[in-house]
């Protein structure tokens, strides 16, 4: 049964169409890559996947079962089952990194502090911060808050992991680390969106790339079809645009 | 020039004005608290109200910001009796001042809440947590954080705008002055004395407000 499942589903911001009728559904453990033009609609796929955006026509359906999202207890049950790290990271700036990641595991679902301080911990120093869990995040690069919020995603233990861009903001090196945790997580079974405009990571790491272009899923398979024989143009056109950087 | 200052006077009604300086400083106290009261409220109906209450907000402030203070306690002291209503000199300046500062810190704290981080707020939706969680961990801090500077400048600001409260007769620090001098006729030393009193207060209030920020809000303030 496919773990997530967007079926025509169409959003707007205002009177702005943003998705137009997506079609796409990610197994149980499986990683999709999301990639595409700037403004095509990845992130608001995502923002629809938390509940932020509420589709104006289609559904969405999480382990089978359809969300309302007029149904606040639907929304819950969709963000206990997700993490999302934006684009923008969006930590809170009045608290430190590790409270950052501690705050929901503690306040939200009311979990022991010893317990998920030893995780967050554990998680941070996964993540290369382990000296930093004191600071607060205007003090740390955009990279650095990059992978606090990374942490804090993943501190709740989430069945669903939605990444946006979550490498546009590090450097060469750290790109590594990040790429290595996130390959961790796909090899433990976590069920991932990324959107990325890495493609050698995508390639790499997806089990099935969607191409997206006006707010519509253009193309949809496999990293080498996608990559290397695509049969759309745009999706050529894209491609052949980013590979030639 | 060949004025001799004659200090020796004038020091021993310190102790008389250290007591008119801590009557001025529970003028400024009380009636920031009050104009905290009204102006959270205000502030609060201004970002998030609608329809009568807002405009109702809006005159008020209007009103409060575009007269001078002193007018609007004149006319509490000396109009209001017209009316029937009879306030203590005290308490026209203690009202005058809240009114005053409320309709201040209702522009200063709505700057406050508008300044709340959308993104922060999706963060905190995302995770779970309440609205009451989102205002309690997220919002308040962040506003409480923006508006601690202004809020604490305009607090001096009162301070200092206590010596109205002379002209009514009433004795706060400088109408302690105008006593002084109207016996010792040493205008150049009394009021010297008083300057000094200020400074001190206002910068023992800025310095104790400056330390609080930097321990509560991490924020950096200049003292003077
Ligand atoms: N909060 C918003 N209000 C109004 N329009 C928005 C909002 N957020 C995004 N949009 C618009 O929706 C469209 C899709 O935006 P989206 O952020 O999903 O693009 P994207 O594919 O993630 O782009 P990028 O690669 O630049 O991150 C864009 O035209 C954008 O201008
Ligand atoms: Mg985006």
Redesign the interface.
Known sequence: MAHLELDKVSAAYGKLRVLDGIELSVAKGETVGLIGPSGSGKSTILRVLTGLLKPETGSVRVAGETINFDKPADIRTLRNRTAIVFQQYNLFQNLTVLENVMIAPIKVHGRKRSEVQAEAENLLEKVGLANKLESYPDQLSGGQQQRVAIARGLCLKPEILLLDEVTAALDPELVSEVLDTIRELAAEGMTMVIVSHEMGFIREISARVAFMADGKVVELGAPADIFDAPNQDRTRDFVGKILRH | MDYTFQYGQVWPYLPYLIKGAWLSLQIAFLAFCGGMLIGTVCAAVKTFGGGFSRHAVNAYVVFFVNTPQLVQIYFLYFALPDLGIFLSSYMAVLLGMTLNAGAYLTEIQRAGFESR?Q??M????????SRL?QIR??IL??VA?VLFPPLSNHYILMTLGTSMAAIFGVEELTGRAFNINSETFRSLEVFSIVAVIYVFVTLIASVALALFGKFA??TKMRVV
Do not use: D, I, T, W
């Open positions: 981080r993104s922060e999706e963060a905190a939706e995302v995770l779970g947590f969680q961990y997220v801090p962040h954080k809000f991490r």
